[in-house]
């Protein structure tokens, strides 16, 4: 009611701890007496309660924060009452508002006549507490083997009360709300009030709400057991809801359980759709929501209200863990739900015995038939496609490289749009500084770096194709190293600009978004899952700049990038952003591990050849990275992809592009036959020849140690070292390696890395090294050499790793 709602200064403040410190449950608990029998207090208590009456003792009211419970509190009404007699307008409006409703029933109703007004606020104290705690005493043990504790603010005794007083009456106000007092009664009697509470707050199923702050829709989920065995009302009940749906207007409706189709009710089609669920049963629940969000953007659903998720948990058990009380129930022959209904049904007299055998029979009859069509059936690979997907390679089928290459006016167009500023905004004086170094970027060609060069791959995308792109994660709108500034501030009008939202006339700012996600790795991950996998025309990113940022979402990697498309026939082109590192607050934050990421991402035999799951590479240049991310899009097909990328890269003086290394002109560097895209190997920058036979060492390496690799070359003035970059692990770029190895013949093979043996690529990278030296018959082809990072002064001591069958 309005005026319980407004109570306002010391007298919330009463309020405030008295409840705050109970719904922390900082209480003293008494036995729950078995049920069934229902008690309203004890005697203990109530005797504590007459024979310790608090004695009202005045104070300051600037000094008030004492509970309702004693005098204190009391003198404070008392005079709130004094000072509204006098003049209504002397208390806050909800006070005056309680006061008329008091006086006026009092006059109206003889059994609330010699009632005070602490009695009444003693009692709404009452129902505060069962709002609270009454959740603390419902019956939630359906086999009352449960001896519980509750707490004794649910107790008459203490706001002084007695079994006497069950049949007076007393005044409450008027609930201008749904519940357990929204018929409008003001004046209902203790016992009344005391049944309506125990009901509401106390029967079968408990709620504990008072601790949400502010309206929020709360999920609740169903128990289904790996049969339907106690379970049978989930299918009523996802009927009725497809029902309603469609009567609601939703066209389509992701699962997270095993169900797919195209039902049709009344001439109403609605598209059913499955996402698969893995062992790790509440990890489908962020790709269904990511799935769903997806299909609202692609069908232009603005309202949110024709695509929606239904989320199912797949836990056996009807509380808690499955195996204690499905144990119980056994031990107990506790009747299924399908019984205890069936049981109501006969008592109503509604319908016979002899009807519901009927029906029984008759579905059981129908779930046999399905059953036994279900062993012939056989799965077909579009059936786990949507229209989005049609035309796109399956494994067995062979993909040409495109090219990645954009026009050099495109660019340059692009470039200037992404780069400009309106003139009416005032960004910080860096974030200024930052776009104008862009733009002189743009203007000379010289010099782009990883963030104008990942800047350049979005806009692209959004003007070139028309695709959507989307990126995701901590801090990416600003960038975790202040590298990115995708979106901006106004310094003195706080509004935000986004200057890829920007790049056309009229564009939908929808088409690019970027968006801080909250520090749920896990649930994150899943939801761009599921939205990569709605349709294959959109380029979605995660983005994790810190190791033990991906490491709190490792059971996505392992149950739905590494398995998705071999185990559901599943593919998604969903890009993950990671670090890669040793310059950083540990080992494991600055660097994700990537040798948990590889591994699973290796090719798998599919049939005649091998199938890679998962692409995995450690750019080392803003152009190869800006080909990278365009062959996500480019591609007939779709597989995860992962980049690796050091923190130090992004702002390195030499980790620097040129704009002719990103255009498609013939000429240009990276411009091959197959026009310019992603280099998989960077040969070494000294020109050698086809075959150089005076290199005696032959350096293959990946990410930012080559920067350091090259520098000390350059100190030493070594000649006879070559330095070859792996941009791509996986697949592993078999064909270009044994190039270099031609281009070599004399020289000892090292793989430098900045982990240690036992982690990062070695344990990846040395077999498939010998494999490919093995074909050739390479002069040292059972010597592969290991060197660190850490090492690199020492660059002629690598250390010796004899290779014995790929070891």
Known sequence: MAWLRAVSGVARSAIRRNLVQASHHNVRLRALPPPPARSFQTPALRRKAESAAPIPRPVPLSRLSDSFLDGTSSVYLEELQRAWEADPNNVDASWDNFFRNFVGQAATSPGISGQNIQESMKLLLLVRAYQVNGHMKAKLDPLGLEEREIPEDLDLGLYGLTDADLDREFFLGVWRMAGFLSENRPVQTLREILNRLEQAYCGNVGYEYMHILIGTATKWTAAKRFGLEGGETLIPWMKEMFDRAADLGVESIVIGMPHRGRPTRDGKRIHLSLVANPSHLEAVDPVVIGKTRAKQYHSNDTERMKNMGVLIHGDGSFTGQGVVYETLVVIRNHPSALEIYQNELLESGGISKEEIDRIRSKVTSILNEEFINSKDYVTKRRDWLSAYWTGFKSPEQISRIRNTGVRPEILKRVGQAITSLPEDFKPH???????????????????????????????????????????SGQDVERGTF???????????????????????????????????????????????????????NSLVLWEARFGDFSNGAQVMFDQFLSSGESKWLRQTGLVVLLPHGYDGQ????????????????????????????????????????????????????????????????????????NLSEFDDLEGHPGFD???????????????????????????????????????????????????????????????????????????????????????????????????????????????????????????????????????
């Open 429 to 471: 004086r860096a974030v200024k500084k930052i776009f104008e170094q862009r733009g002189q970027m743009i203007e000379t060609g010289e010099g782009i770096d990883w963030a104008m060069g990942e800047a350049l791959v979005f806009a692209t995308l959004l003007i070139i194709e028309g695709n959507h792109v989307r990126l």
């Open 673 to 807: 036959k197959q026009g310019t895209c992603f280099k998989r190997l960077i040969k070494d920058q000294n020109n050698h020849k086809e075959v150089e036979e005076g290199i005696n060492r032959l350096i293959f390496c990946s990410g930012k140690v080559y920067y350091e690799l090259h520098e000390e070359r350059k100190k030493s003035d070594r000649k006879d070292v070559a330095i070859c970059r792996v941009e791509q692990l996986c697949p592993f770029p078999y064909d270009l390696i044994q190039r270099e190895l031609k281009r070599y013949p004399n020289a000892e093979i090292v793989w430098c890395q900045e982990e240690p043996m036992n982690m990062g690529a070695y344990s990846y990278i040395n077999p498939r090294l010998y494999t490919a030296m093995r074909t050739l018959v390479h002069k040292h082809m059972h010597t592969v050499k290991a060197m660190r990072a850490s090492h690199v002064r020492s660059i002629d001591r690598p250390k010796l790793v004899r290779s014995r069958g790929g070891r």
């Open 482 to 536: 202040s590298h990115r500034h995708s979106v901006i501030h106004d310094q003195q009008m706080g509004e935000m600009y986004c200057s890829l939202d920007h790049v056309l006339m009229n564009q939908d700012e929808e088409m690019f978004t970027v968006s801080n996600s909250s520090l749920s790795e896990f649930a994150v991950l899943g939801f761009e899952l599921g939205y990569s996998m709605e349709n294959p």
């Open 586 to 657: 540990g080992l494991e934050h600055s660097s994700a591990l990537l040798e948990s990421s590889i591994f699973p991402l290796a090719a798998i035999f599919y049939g005649l050849r091998w199938n890679v799951i998962g692409k995995l590479s450690i750019v080392t240049t803003p152009a190869n990275y800006f080909h990278v991310l365009r062959r996500q899009i480019h591609r007939e097909f779709r597989k995860p992809l992962i980049v690796m990328s050091p923190k130090n890269l992004l702002r390195h003086k030499d980790c620097k592009s």
